[in-house]
């Protein structure tokens, strides 16, 4: 199971708006980052993480309605 903590948080217990501007501040990060730095792989597992928190809950807010 990959590790879906962001900032020492697991992603679940991120609010709505953590979820949102973490996933902005990842995203300004990729595009500073150069295509061969290490650190660029972590970002993107990151990244990977809040987006799939993100879907989840919209599944989540989908299946309520």
Not at 46 to 52: G, Q
């Amino acid at each position: 199971m990959p590790d879906r903590s962001v900032l020492g948080y697991r992603v679940e217990a991120l609010a709505t708006f953590e979820l949102r501007d973490l996933r902005r501040d990842l995203d300004d990060a990729l595009t500073q980052t150069a295509a061969g730095d290490p650190m660029r792989v972590i970002l993107q597992d990151k990244l990977r993480a809040v987006i799939a928190e993100q879907e989840e809950r919209a599944r989540f807010r989908r299946g309520r309605r």
